[in-house]
């Protein structure tokens, strides 16, 4: 998922606690220079892995997604305080009970080959990623608008047939240049390796495999950038990442809670990069294939779930940095049951759900069988994902304890999204979700987006579940909401389709010469356009 109200003052404590170097170890932080902001020098990202498409809503997987936020705008956005604000619109409101928005967008907004940025731009993105041609897994918040009407050059409205509560969020989306896309196919345009944007950022290059850069655009409405590129580079492998980044080739990465605790420690680390720590958007889960003989029965999904340790996990894998998980939602978010918790280990439960399911150990090999067939599957990870790769490994071990065999395969990132987990191709996946700031579960988890590219790629189908998913996007009661959603956690606790397993903590590390970082409730890049280095410390020349 891409894309709240406001979380409780709990929640936010726990969101965003940035540990400097300075706080945590008695160092001493380097002080903010006192000239003013200036342009130039470049930033190197480490990223697992290469972006699929940079046609945001043609691809789920966060690569293209993190490289497509720098080249796109959209008419809104959340600021620091995860509070909505206009972006590319100069305003916007709401009207009619929420079945009527109306925008104005800012004048002289430009794609970067100097065309200005229209209401024709909106309303052309709005039927393509509802032309069922396009195949777009965000089509359905479209499909809800009953009509979008062009006012003027600036100016457009959209009318639903009912309150739709992702109607806002749904406007944080990109728009796409019609002049570019009109008329050809948005499965096979060269667009999706050489895209045109408004945003703060310009494709300058992709290598592939290699690194994807961008260069700062001098038209940006907001003003051009400071940093004068940003580069991504594509190293598949944790451990090479971090001999990178201490070698001082990239300047930002998502450190390990090995790396974090233990490997970034002295004098080097405390004088050249800032760490921070907070909860992250995101959860992890063993997700099944309903598809698969095995996983049909909510019994066997059960006990799988009760044989695996959670805190275990946590403790093994995250070194504490990270709490269990039990569903789909951020603890402390307003939507989060008040009372469900983490499934708990127990292994005897887990022995008794699969002999009702009737698997027994018949022919004495230790591995839980029926009708022949033991109980085997394999978990489909990515590669170079050290984290998942060792909670894979963990849960192989605790599931063995119940007489279940597992595998552990791993695939390079682009063709485990591509070509199976958009297929369906496994048995079981491990994989991570961001967590929405507005808690809509329809994309995932309604059983009309299981299809082919679908978000829904388990295959999961609860009629019960459908309905309350339908019923809380059209209610503008919050706690009205927030009751539906909890009935649709007990729902998922009780079938089990995915195996909820932690929500870690972000652990990013940035070189410290980068200026401007302001920890808030939206993490550290919500305002990265301002980040700047000062001259003295600038390490690159850019062609520009």
């Known amino acids: 998922m891409l894309f709240m109200k406001k979380l409780s003052l709990a929640a936010a404590c726990v969101l965003l606690h940035a540990v400097f170097w300075s706080g945590a170890l008695g160092g001493t932080a380097m002080a903010a220079p006192t000239e003013s902001p200036v342009d130039g020098d470049r930033i190197l990202f480490g990223s697992i892995g290469e972006a699929s498409n940079l046609i945001p809503y043609l691809t789920a997987d966060s690569a293209s997604h993190t490289v497509a936020d720098h080249i796109y705008v959209a008419p809104l956005r959340y600021n620091k305080d995860l509070e909505v604000e206009p972006w590319a619109a100069e305003s916007w409101s709401m009207h009619e009970g929420g079945k009527l928005m109306r925008f104005t967008l800012r004048k002289g907004i430009l794609w970067e080959d100097g065309h200005e940025l229209t209401s024709e731009d909106v309303a052309f993105t709005w039927k393509l990623v509802t032309d069922p041609a396009t195949g777009s897994p965000y089509a359905e918040d479209f499909l809800r608008i009953r009509e979008l009407r062009v006012l003027d050059r600036y100016s457009f409205e959209v009318r639903y047939d009912a309150f739709f509560a992702r109607a806002v969020a749904s406007w944080?989306?990109?728009?796409?240049?019609?002049?570019?896309?009109?008329?050809?196919?948005?499965?096979?345009?060269?667009?999706?390796?050489?895209?045109?944007?408004?945003?703060?950022?310009?494709?300058?290059?992709?290598?592939?495999?290699?690194?994807?850069?961008?260069?700062?655009?001098?038209?940006?409405?907001?003003?051009?950038?400071?940093?004068?590129?940003?580069?991504?580079?594509?190293?598949?492998?944790?451990?090479?990442?971090?001999?990178?980044?201490?070698?001082?080739?990239?300047?930002?990465?998502?450190?390990?809670?090995?790396?974090?605790?233990?490997?970034?420690?002295?004098?080097?680390?405390?004088?050249?990069?800032?760490?921070?720590?907070?909860?992250?958007?995101?959860y992890i889960f063993l997700g099944f294939n309903q598809n698969h003989p095995f996983f049909q029965d909510a019994r066997v999904r059960r006990a799988l779930s009760l044989a695996v340790d959670r805190q275990a996990i946590v403790k093994g894998v995250l070194l504490g940095q990270g709490i269990p998980a039990f569903g789909p939602f951020k603890p402390g978010s307003w939507a989060f049951h008040p009372s469900l918790a983490p499934v708990q280990q127990d292994v005897a439960a887990a022995r008794a759900l699969l002999a009702e399911a009737g698997f027994a150990d018949h022919d004495g090999d230790s591995i839980v069988d029926r009708d022949g067939q033991p109980l085997?599957?394999?978990?489909?990870?990515?590669?170079?994902?050290?984290?998942?790769?060792?909670?894979?490994?963990?849960?192989?071990?605790?599931?063995?304890?119940?007489?279940?065999?597992?595998?552990?395969?791993?695939?390079?990132?682009?063709?485990?999204?591509?070509?199976?987990?958009?297929?369906?191709?496994?048995?079981?996946?491990?994989?991570?979700?961001?967590?929405?700031?507005?808690?809509?579960?329809?994309?995932?988890?309604?059983?009309?987006?299981?299809?082919e590219g679908g978000l829904n790629f388990i295959h999961y189908s609860n009629a019960e579940l459908d309905k309350l998913l339908e019923q809380a996007r059209t209610t503008p009661d919050q706690d009205l909401r927030a009751a539906l959603y909890h009935r649709a956690q007990e729902i998922l606790a009780h079938d089990q389709p995915y195996c909820f397993l932690f929500v870690p903590y972000a652990l990013p590390i940035v070189q410290r010469r980068f200026m401007g970082i302001e920890p808030a409730l939206a993490g550290i890049m919500y305002n990265f356009d301002k980040w700047w280095v000062p001259k003295a410390l600038q390490r690159y020349s850019v062609t520009e």
């Open 376 to 451: 085997a599957f394999t978990i489909l990870t990515n590669q170079g994902n050290e984290q998942r790769i060792l909670t894979a490994t963990l849960i192989q071990s605790q599931l063995r304890a119940v007489g279940v065999d597992v595998r552990i395969r791993t695939v390079e990132w682009a063709a485990f999204i591509k070509e199976f987990v958009n297929k369906g191709r496994f048995d079981a996946v491990l994989l991570g979700w961001t967590i929405p700031q507005d808690p809509d579960l329809y994309q995932i988890w309604h059983s009309s987006q299981a299809f």
């Open 172 to 282: 944080m989306n990109p728009i796409l240049p019609r002049h570019l896309l009109e008329g050809q196919d948005i499965r096979t345009t060269p667009f999706a390796r050489k895209p045109v944007g408004a945003g703060a950022y310009r494709l300058k290059s992709w290598e592939p495999g290699s690194r994807i850069t961008l260069a700062a655009s001098p038209t940006y409405f907001e003003g051009r950038p400071h940093i004068s590129e940003v580069v991504y580079r594509i190293i598949p492998d944790g451990a090479t990442m971090f001999m990178e980044t201490r070698a001082g080739r990239l300047d930002v990465m998502d450190l390990s809670p090995l790396q974090y605790l233990r490997q970034t420690s002295g004098p080097q680390w405390e004088r050249d990069f800032t760490k921070y720590r907070y909860l992250a958007s995101v």
